[in-house]
């Protein structure tokens, strides 16, 4: 297993000493270490929730509770921050297993509320067999939230490279990054992949379980690979869905999603081609291509207004997610053609932006969510990141001409660029502990190859993935890969083989649930 060390300072039980961080599978700290301080983590593993009804929307029987965690794991007699957690019991005492803790993805993702998200398809059989715990991550939602002051424009992140627009670009990533560290200081530094591993051990500790099982979404597919790098024998049955390349986490995780973008468009315009009658796009896939890049240089040259928005070419551009969903996609565009032919359709102006709206009830940041996906994905990651504005300028020229849809979003600067390190590196996920992996042939932002790299890094794992699947998130709608996921959380046996399973029709005309 690889590990990563650094040297920090630990006080605990009035002992001070020096410690590396490298990390033991069952208390995230060096056993002999850990003895020495009297297990520094005690006063947080020995917690007693003190559960409530959520709220008066929800059944009585979801339950939830604050727990407190170390700020940083290297000095857990220090500053401490809020996981506010949530519980669904499981239905059937004699046939309970475990627990089963769930994560959306993001990063920057709320899932508080997931054990109760109708979008989130448990069945009845895994609900019998665990408590569902919900948790905001560090710094998200209820869980010491971060936020940045950021207006709106500001949250905004499709940036195209435009050579007029580099400048004011430059300034939009350098801006967010200096908000974010003004308004959160040191706090920053500790918003980590890593941190948020050790806090669901923590709160594995404190509901009394020897190990977890898990169900994570999208970013939540590395959250829980890196919790099985570092935690490994507290690791039970694990599913991964809509997996994240772990080699690719950071800046690679973006331009991933330019390069899948290019074949999933090849392939929507070879099958739009042979619906000519239909959509009228065109008779071959370059005649449905070039159409359709017509169109991106005319509304370039002036909007083409649909359903009420002004669309420039890049505004077109920033849609290749769409193209995942061929039937969507056509429509679509066929519906830009007779927008573009009459110069309107439904009518109506770009929409400024706008303020940001204000806090909520539970003065959870209006930012929340990009502060939050921002403070992980580049404390995580800020080595990985060029410091010089034009390493992104000459990047993001080359990747418009090799991927044209989206290369230049995708390479484009970001506020990563300026952030400072966080605590720790990230952690290179290379084990054999057991996991299944669901992935869709056809997501826009996990794709197909990101989701094979990390059936290759978990070389316990199995890999499902749906033939001709379309959109992010595999649960819910396609019955093979669901009957896998519960066979497996149920059972504990992975599929012998790695498994394919054919779309079914509705899936991909409806496309994919909620989790992110």
Same mark, same amino acid.
Not at 306 to 318: E, S, V
């Given at each position: 297993?690889?590990r990563?060390?650094?040297?920090a300072?630990l006080?605990?039980?009035g002992i001070?000493?020096?410690?590396?961080?490298t990390l033991?599978?069952?208390t995230?700290?060096p056993?002999s270490?850990? #003895?020495?301080?009297?297990d520094p983590l005690?006063p %947080?593993?020995?917690?007693?929730?003190?559960?409530q009804r959520?709220?008066?929307?929800?059944p009585?029987?979801?339950q939830?509770?604050?727990?407190e965690v170390?700020?940083? @794991?290297? $000095?857990?007699?220090?500053k401490?921050? $809020?996981?506010?957690?949530?519980?669904?019991?499981?239905?059937?005492?004699?046939?309970?297993?475990?627990v089963l803790?769930?994560?959306?993805?993001?990063?920057?993702g709320p899932?508080?509320?997931?054990?109760?998200d109708p979008?989130v398809?448990?069945?009845?059989?895994?609900?019998r067999?665990?408590?569902?715990i919900g948790?905001d991550?560090r710094?998200?939602?209820?869980?010491?939230?971060?936020g940045c002051?950021?207006t709106?424009?500001?949250?905004?992140?499709e940036?195209p490279?435009?050579?007029?627009?580099?400048a004011?670009?430059?300034?939009?990533?350098?801006?967010?990054?200096a908000?974010?560290?003004?308004a959160?200081?040191?706090t920053l530094r500790?918003?980590?992949?890593?941190?948020t591993?050790?806090?669901?051990? #923590?709160v594995r500790?404190?509901?009394?379980?020897r190990?977890i099982s @898990?169900?994570?979404f999208?970013y939540?597919? @590395?959250?829980?690979?890196?919790?099985?790098q570092?935690?490994?024998?507290?690791?039970?049955?694990?599913?991964?869905?809509?997996a994240a390349?772990?080699?690719? @986490?950071?800046?690679?995780m973006?331009?991933?999603?330019?390069e899948?973008?290019?074949?999933?468009?090849?392939?929507?315009s070879r099958w739009?081609?042979r619906r000519?009658?239909a %959509?009228?796009?065109?008779?071959?896939?370059?005649?449905?291509?070039?159409?359709f890049?017509?169109?991106v240089a005319?509304?370039?040259?002036?909007p083409?207004v649909?359903?009420?928005?002004r669309?420039t070419g890049?505004?077109?551009?920033a849609?290749r997610?769409?193209?995942?969903?061929?039937r969507k996609?056509a429509a679509?565009?066929?519906g830009?053609k007779?927008a573009?032919?009459d110069?309107k359709?439904?009518g109506?102006?770009?929409r400024?932006?706008?303020p940001a709206?204000?806090p909520s009830a539970r003065d959870?940041?209006?930012d929340n969510?990009t502060a939050?996906?921002?403070a992980?994905l580049c404390?995580d990651t800020?080595a990985?990141?060029?410091?010089?504005p034009?390493?992104?300028?000459?990047?993001?020229?080359?990747d418009k001409r090799? %991927?044209?849809?989206?290369g230049?979003? +995708?390479?484009?600067?970001?506020?990563?660029?300026?952030?400072?390190?966080?605590?720790?590196?990230?952690?290179?996920?290379?084990?054999?502990?057991? +996991?299944l992996?669901?992935?869709?042939?056809?997501?826009p932002?996990?794709?197909?190859s990101g989701?094979q790299?990390?059936?290759?890094?978990l070389?316990?794992s199995?890999m499902?993935t749906v +033939?001709?699947g379309?959109g992010?998130i595999v649960?819910?709608?396609?019955?093979?890969?669901d009957?896998?996921?519960?066979?497996?959380?149920?059972t504990?046996?992975?599929p012998? $083989?790695?498994l394919?399973?054919?779309a079914?029709?509705?899936?991909?005309?409806?496309g994919s649930?909620a989790?992110?």
């Amino acid at each position: 297993m690889t590990r990563t060390t650094r040297t920090a300072p630990l006080l605990a039980a009035g002992i001070a000493a020096a410690f590396l961080s490298t990390l033991t599978p069952a208390t995230g700290f060096p056993a002999s270490e850990a #003895v020495a301080a009297r297990d520094p983590l005690r006063p %947080y593993t020995q917690q007693k929730p003190h559960w409530q009804r959520c709220d008066a929307e929800s059944p009585a029987s979801f339950q939830c509770a604050t727990l407190e965690v170390p700020l940083d @794991y290297g $000095d857990p007699g220090g500053k401490r921050t $809020d996981i506010a957690i949530s519980r669904l019991k499981a239905a059937s005492t004699a046939e309970r297993r475990g627990v089963l803790l769930l994560n959306p993805g993001g990063p920057g993702g709320p899932g508080l509320r997931l054990p109760v998200d109708p979008a989130v398809r448990i069945s009845e059989d895994v609900r019998r067999r665990y408590d569902l715990i919900g948790f905001d991550p560090r710094g998200v939602g209820r869980s010491s939230p971060v936020g940045c002051g950021l207006t709106r424009g500001e949250q905004e992140m499709e940036h195209p490279y435009r050579a007029r627009t580099f400048a004011k670009d430059v300034r939009w990533a350098r801006t967010v990054a200096a908000k974010c560290r003004a308004a959160n200081g040191a706090t920053l530094r500790h918003l980590t992949t890593r941190n948020t591993a050790r806090d669901m051990d #923590v709160v594995r500790a404190v509901l009394g379980e020897r190990k977890i099982s @898990y169900l994570g979404f999208s970013y939540g597919t @590395y959250l829980g690979a890196v919790y099985t790098q570092m935690f490994p024998r507290r690791v039970d049955r694990f599913v991964l869905d809509s997996a994240a390349d772990p080699t690719r @986490y950071g800046r690679g995780m973006f331009q991933t999603m330019a390069e899948g973008t290019e074949p999933a468009f090849a392939r929507w315009s070879r099958w739009t081609a042979r619906r000519h009658a239909a %959509y009228g796009l065109g008779t071959t896939s370059a005649e449905v291509r070039r159409t359709f890049w017509d169109l991106v240089a005319r509304a370039d040259r002036e909007p083409i207004v649909l359903d009420g928005h002004r669309l420039t070419g890049d505004d077109i551009r920033a849609q290749r997610a769409t193209f995942f969903h061929a039937r969507k996609a056509a429509a679509w565009v066929a519906g830009l053609k007779e927008a573009a032919g009459d110069g309107k359709r439904g009518g109506g102006e770009r929409r400024d932006p706008g303020p940001a709206p204000a806090p909520s009830a539970r003065d959870v940041p209006p930012d929340n969510e990009t502060a939050g996906a921002w403070a992980v994905l580049c404390a995580d990651t800020r080595a990985s990141w060029p410091r010089d504005p034009e390493r992104y300028r000459r990047d993001a020229i080359n990747d418009k001409r090799r %991927y044209p849809l989206y290369g230049d979003f +995708a390479s484009g600067i970001k506020p990563c660029a300026f952030w400072k390190r966080g605590s720790e590196p990230a952690t290179t996920v290379n084990n054999d502990v057991r +996991a299944l992996i669901l992935q869709n042939a056809w997501d826009p932002q996990t794709p197909l190859s990101g989701a094979q790299a990390m059936h290759r890094a978990l070389r316990g794992s199995r890999m499902v993935t749906v +033939a001709g699947g379309e959109g992010h998130i595999v649960n819910g709608t396609n019955s093979c890969a669901d009957d896998s996921a519960t066979a497996y959380l149920t059972t504990g046996r992975l599929p012998a $083989d790695d498994l394919t399973c054919r779309a079914s029709a509705s899936a991909r005309r409806h496309g994919s649930p909620a989790p992110r």
